[in-house]
């Protein structure tokens, strides 16, 4: 019984407070009190009222009362009952006080009070809600759930209780303990579920947290298949199951096993098992890895071994790589190139990655083919390039024999054909490459350094039966004077045939033999009567002049005068001198033209040669065969034991009216 | 061995006969009757008479090439007088042929270049009989007298073929063109 005594002179003020009852569900406590004044000098005593107030737990009371201790020791002042509600909690710490006006006497005097605090037991209650922290770790098959604490209702917490359930009404809910932190397991892939707590005291079963939800992650892919195909690799796999939520997949291909260095991420559609990758150099192991989405991706697909990327050349048709690669240049492939095709056009590409930093010198590397060629013939080639965008290579140039074309910078990966490249044949085959043009210099391991395909390659040999081409010209003359001039420059005839219509014919040993005239009579050959043979003379030269009409820069006349010789035939047989006026086109790549030409006049004339110059012959022997004679055909003329193949430069007829002879003239060849 | 036998019918002159194909500008003349001007060419002989025939075409050596000469054919014509209605005239289409069976095939063909006649007196009878001796040339003296001030293709440079095309523009006679073939594609990929 908590007394709270205060003394006032001779007297002590005591206040009396007691717990009377208590209500839980009201959460309140009935408190009875007592406020007495108590003296024992047997002698005080006053008829006239003094004041009096007290307070018990805010709750206010006052009076007045009289006393006399003549004949007793203890005055009850007053008492009274009161219910005091708790806090929340079920607590209640109250503070009392009482007090009394002046006694009006001199040995008790006054005034006089007493107080002080008294808590009160508490109430006990079931326990507040806790407060949800989240869920977390979330994986295919099991969350992390965690709250915290909000009290424990003024009773020990016995246990908390976690409830989990799929659908936020909690119907069919699982309910496990916890201290605040639950991993919940064996959960559905790809399904949300719900989570709250509560706490349970010596009351009860406290209120359920707020609910939180989550989606439980699909299970990863099984990939099935990781395999190369062609020049990429694909891979394929199993949809997770159940794939509820299913977005897509994410599909990541690197060359090392922690995924550090990847070399192909992309996105597919949820309905789509398989993924390629393209374009990656070969030689290389690769790994491969898939996650399904949903809000969030899925754990990564398991680890399936590595494929070796071999990429094959195709069929080169016989192109091959040119150079020799600087230390740290890998190709895709063994040959340096494959074939495929690119745009619906078969292609040639060149692939190369640096492994660490790399020098590449212009016209160091390349691609090249031999052809079959005809020595003297001109021949061109064209071809198209397309970069790779990433590629760190741009530019690019043709070369062919003694000769190199313009470089060109393929600034973006569209098709750019290179600038035809014509040259002239020196012999039975000609090689012709692709170069990179351009110094590189790669400071690290770089994928890819070259990545450009060649397409559309064709050679062509020059139009025209001959290989040399004329040079324009401001040669004043007759029509007959330049037929001749284009004719002595490439060796060809020009005549007016037996029609009257002017013809061109080809050198005498690019025909075919038209007619043999014979000194015997043989089968299919015309038994000439007549004929004139000795030592041609009058077309020996060992000394040629040449004149090679042409047009200068400034637009007038250039004829530049070359003159050769044949030492040993002057020497022999003196100086033979003679002239010849040419039309050849002398630069580059027919710049070997004219010396040629000049050449091959000589080589043909330096020494005097037997020659039948001539035959006479009865064409009524055959007046078809003679109607069908034409200049410039290519004929064989026996004589004895001598068989001279000819070109007719000549032809007479002689007709009377019973006779009808045909001298034929003729040059050797 | 030498065989002589009579040519006729084997061997033929010939020239358009105009009348038969209608009026032609500078070769008609005023009086002739003419044809429909729908007959093609038509060639009327005058081999019988012709009395010898020389033909001579070709090249002439100069030196290290050959220079293309002009080709001609010269005959003589008995009791033709150019002065008075003769048959032949400057610049006149004018073929040599061998008949081989009916077919003509030319031996020469040209345009009459000279026309040169002959009085000599037949002292038995002391008459003139006329004889003229008829040059015919081919397309070459054409072109000979052709001028031709340069070749200039636009690229500096060009085939020999592309040349001859480019000289045809200058002709005046027939030329037949060496064909500009396209380039021959020896590769592709």
């Given at each position: 019984m908590p007394t709270f005594d205060r003394p006032v002179g001779a007297a002590t003020l005591r206040l009396i407070v007691n717990l009377a009852a208590q209500d839980t569900a009201a959460n309140s406590s009935l408190v009875s009190w007592e406020l007495q004044l108590i003296c024992t000098n047997g002698s005080s005593w006053n008829a006239?009222?003094?004041?009096?107030?007290?307070?018990?737990?805010?709750?206010?009371?006052?009076?007045?009362?009289?006393?006399?201790?003549?004949?007793?020791?203890?005055?009850?002042?007053?008492?009274?009952?009161?219910?005091?509600?708790?806090?929340p909690s079920g607590s209640l710490t109250i503070n009392v006080s009482g007090w009394i006006a002046h006694t009006g006497t001199s040995a008790i005097g006054g005034p006089g009070s007493t107080d002080g605090n008294m808590a009160l037991p508490s109430i006990s209650r079931i326990p507040p809600a806790p407060t949800p922290l989240g869920i977390d770790q979330v994986t295919a098959r099991s969350l992390r759930y965690r709250f915290a604490s909000a009290g424990d209702g003024g009773s020990a917490i016995v246990r908390w209780e976690v409830q989990y359930a799929s659908n936020a009404a909690f119907t069919a809910a699982q309910t496990i303990t916890s201290n605040g932190t639950s991993t919940v397991a064996g959960l559905t892939p790809g399904q949300q579920y719900w989570f709250r707590a509560r706490g349970v005291n010596g009351v009860g079963a406290g209120a359920w947290s707020g609910a939180s939800s989550a989606v439980t992650v699909l299970d990863a892919p099984v990939t099935t298949s990781w395999a190369q195909s062609g020049a990429d690799l694909i891979a394929t796999w199993t949809p997770p199951a159940p794939a509820t939520g299913l977005t897509g997949y994410r599909f990541q291909v690197a060359t090392d096993t922690a995924f550090v260095a990847i070399v192909a991420a992309f996105t597919v559609g949820p309905t789509t098992t398989t993924a390629v990758a393209t374009g990656l150099p070969g030689g290389r192991l690769y790994y491969v890895r898939v996650a399904a989405l949903t809000a969030q991706p899925s754990e990564w697909s398991a680890a399936v071994p590595a494929?070796?990327?071999?990429?094959?050349?195709?069929?080169?048709?016989?192109?091959?790589?040119?150079?020799?690669?600087?230390?740290?240049?890998?190709?895709?492939?063994?040959?340096?190139?494959?074939?495929?095709?690119?745009?619906?056009?078969?292609?040639?590409?060149?692939?190369?990655?640096?492994?660490?930093?790399?020098?590449?010198?212009?016209?160091?590397?390349?691609?090249?083919?031999?052809?079959?060629?005809?020595?003297?013939?001109?021949?061109?080639?064209?071809?198209?390039?397309?970069?790779?965008?990433?590629?760190?290579?741009?530019?690019?140039?043709?070369?062919?024999?003694?000769?190199?074309?313009?470089?060109?910078?393929?600034?973006?990966?569209?098709?750019?054909?290179?600038?035809?490249?014509?040259w002239v044949a020196t012999s039975t085959a000609s090689t012709v490459r692709v170069l990179l043009a351009e110094a590189l210099d790669v400071p690290d391991a770089t994928t890819p350094v070259e990545r450009v395909v060649v397409t559309d390659i064709r050679i062509t040999e020059a139009a025209g039966y001959y290989a040399a081409r004329l040079r324009g010209t401001v040669y004043e003359s007759n029509l007959a004077n330049h037929f001749d001039l284009a004719c002595n420059s490439v060796g060809a005839t020009w005549y007016a045939d037996r029609n009257n219509l002017t013809r061109f014919s080809l050198p005498g040993n690019a025909l075919p033999v038209s007619a043999i005239f014979s000194d015997r009579a043989l089968e299919g050959a015309l038994n000439y009567v007549g004929i004139d043979a000795g030592y041609d003379t009058r077309s020996m030269v060992n000394v040629l002049e040449a004149t090679n009409h042409g047009i200068g820069d400034d637009g007038l006349a250039d004829d530049p005068t070359e003159t050769v010789e044949n030492p040993s035939s002057i020497s022999l047989y003196g100086p033979r001198k003679d002239k010849i006026d040419l039309n050849l086109y002398s630069l580059p790549p027919y710049d070997a033209a004219f010396r040629d030409r000049l050449a091959d006049i000589l080589a043909a004339s330096f020494e005097p040669a037997r020659l039948i110059g001539s035959v006479t012959w009865n064409a009524q022997q055959d007046m078809t065969a003679a109607a069908a004679l034409e200049l410039t055909q290519r004929c064989t003329v026996q004589f004895r034991d001598t068989v001279q193949d000819s070109q007719l430069i000549g032809l007479e007829h002689t007709i009377t009216p019973t006779r009808w002879l045909v001298t034929a003239r003729f040059i050797k060849l | 061995m030498i065989i002589e036998r009579p040519l006729l019918g084997h061997v033929d002159i010939q020239t358009p006969d105009y009348r038969a194909m209608g009026f032609t500008l500078g070769l008609s003349r005023l009086g002739d009757l003419l044809g429909d001007g729908t007959t093609g060419q038509v060639w009327r002989s005058l081999i019988h008479d012709a009395t010898e025939l020389q033909i001579k075409r070709g090249f002439i050596r100069s030196g290290l090439g050959l220079r293309t000469d002009v080709g001609l054919m010269t005959f003589t014509i008995q009791d033709s007088d150019p002065l008075h209605g003769g048959e032949f005239q400057p610049g006149q289409h004018v073929r040599a042929v061998a008949l081989i069976g009916d077919e003509p095939r030319p031996l020469f063909t040209g345009k009459v270049a000279d026309i040169s006649g002959a009085y000599p007196l037949n002292k038995s009878t002391g008459e003139l009989r006329p004889r003229t001796t008829i040059t015919v040339a081919d397309a070459v003296s054409i072109h000979t007298q052709t001028p031709r001030y340069g070749a200039k293709p636009p690229a500096g440079l060009e085939t020999f073929e592309e040349r001859i095309a480019r000289l045809e523009s200058s002709s005046r006679s027939p030329i037949e063109v060496p064909p500009l073939a396209d380039p021959r594609e020896v590769y592709a990929f």
């Open positions: 006239n009222a003094t004041a009096w107030s007290a307070n018990i737990g805010g709750v206010g009371y006052s009076g007045g009362f009289t006393f006399d201790f003549r004949r007793t020791n203890t005055v009850v002042i007053a008492s009274a009952s009161t219910w005091l509600g708790h806090s494929v070796l990327l071999v990429l094959a050349s195709g069929d080169l048709d016989r192109w091959s790589r040119y150079g020799v690669p600087p230390a740290g240049l890998v190709y895709y492939t063994g040959e340096g190139i494959r074939r495929g095709v690119v745009g619906g056009k078969q292609g040639l590409w060149l692939e190369s990655y640096s492994t660490g930093r790399v020098v590449v010198a212009p016209g160091m590397i390349g691609i090249q083919r031999s052809i079959p060629t005809t020595p003297g013939r001109a021949y061109t080639i064209r071809l198209t390039l397309a970069r790779s965008a990433d590629a760190r290579a741009h530019t690019y140039q043709l070369s062919a024999p003694g000769i190199s074309g313009d470089p060109v910078t393929l600034n973006t990966d569209a098709a750019t054909p290179l600038p035809p490249l014509t | -």
